[in-house]
């Protein structure tokens, strides 16, 4: 049988609209999940903006999605009706060269609810019921802001820290501080970079990263002062700016590492010199897998994470609309914006 729900498109560039949509029952191996809350994410902000790498409209946005188990389909056995759930926004074949190999985050089909294939701004969906994750102990806000906190613990555990390295992340938007915090978790020396200083000022207060560089006052000479001259052993681009990408390697001591995390859409330009000199290892880190998302989900049930200051605007579902653009001024101090079902 099927039912209309309602749901947000992102129409074009700068313009949504409201909507309905079909939905059916849950089939073999699918659950019906009705969405609770919706983390917005940079790429929502930038697919709304039109400057999102990739991306094809018209799309219903939303990847940062927790739900309630409203019904589940044949042969689904690790779900129950009225289970509180996280969803995984990574569709993977499974089969694939990277899926073989446990690399699901890059699977060489993916599909990411939100950007590649519709997502949750809508009130119910039919989803595949392997990439929902039963967490009954937090609030649908927190199960909500696993999704991100994941990217940056995966791109922690790609870097292979070593106890007190020093740590450079530039750019401290929700990924960047996300970044942050688990380096710190592993044990490293955390230097945090961005050109807002409210960033910063959040990285300090509520994160306890000790270092913070504001990007307009020589940020490679505070790097030299804080490290005594060694620099990062770790740098993580958080930006996908290219400017930032193409010279955050400046920080990075020699035998170091530079993860990019941050996603441009077009060609970069890297000093090669520079990096052969220090036998730089350059990284890419895209996504998440089920172990990132058990790792987060573990840090914010041992309170290691502070959700509710992470969290800065909460709207419903029915006054999204009204405040998205608001969202991308800097002015709003947005660190995490969620939207709620009633």
């Not at 699977?107 to 989803?127: F, I, N, P, R, Y």
Request: with cysteine; net charge negative; hydrophobic share 40%.
């Amino acid at each position: 049988m099927e039912n209309s729900v309602r749901c947000i498109v992102c129409e074009t560039p700068g313009k949504f609209r409201k909507s309905t949509r079909a939905i059916a029952d849950p089939g073999e191996g699918e659950v019906l999940v009705q969405i609770k809350s919706i983390g917005i994410c940079g790429t929502d902000l930038h697919a709304y903006a039109g400057n999102q790498p990739f991306f094809q409209y018209p799309r219903v946005l939303g990847h940062e999605l927790s739900g309630r188990v409203e019904s589940v389909g044949a042969g689904v056995t690790s779900l129950l009706p009225e289970d509180q759930v996280l969803i995984m926004p990574y569709l993977h074949c499974g089969t694939c060269v990277a899926c073989r190999s446990g690399k699901t985050n890059c699977c060489t089909s993916l599909q990411v609810l939100g950007v590649h294939a519709d997502g949750g701004m809508c009130e119910k969906m039919v989803l595949p019921a392997s990439i929902l994750m039963p967490i009954p102990d937090l609030s649908y806000a927190e199960i909500a802001i696993v999704e991100p906190l994941s990217i940056g613990a995966h791109a922690v555990r790609r870097a292979d820290l070593q106890k007190n390295d020093f740590v450079v992340v530039v750019g401290c938007g929700p990924i960047g501080l996300g970044i942050a915090k688990f380096a710190q978790l592993a044990g490293a020396q955390v230097i945090a970079i961005d050109m807002v200083e409210d960033r910063l000022a959040f990285a300090r207060r509520e994160l306890g990263i000790p270092y913070g560089i504001q990007g307009a006052d020589e940020p490679l000479e505070e790097v030299k002062k804080i490290t005594g001259g060694d620099l990062a052993a770790v740098v993580f681009d958080a930006t996908g700016h290219p400017k930032a990408l193409e010279s955050g390697h400046q920080y990075m001591s020699h035998g170091g590492s530079y993860v990019l995390v941050g996603l441009y859409k077009g060609e970069l330009a890297l000093h090669h010199p520079s990096l052969h000199a220090k036998e730089a290892s350059v990284l890419c880190s895209r996504n998440a897998t089920l172990a990132d998302f058990q790792r987060v989900v573990e840090v914010l049930r041992q309170g290691n994470f502070p959700s509710d200051k992470f969290i800065t605007h909460r709207v419903t579902f029915d006054d999204m609309i009204d405040n998205f653009e608001g969202w991308l001024d800097p002015a709003q101090g947005v660190i995490k914006a969620m939207v709620d079902f009633n």
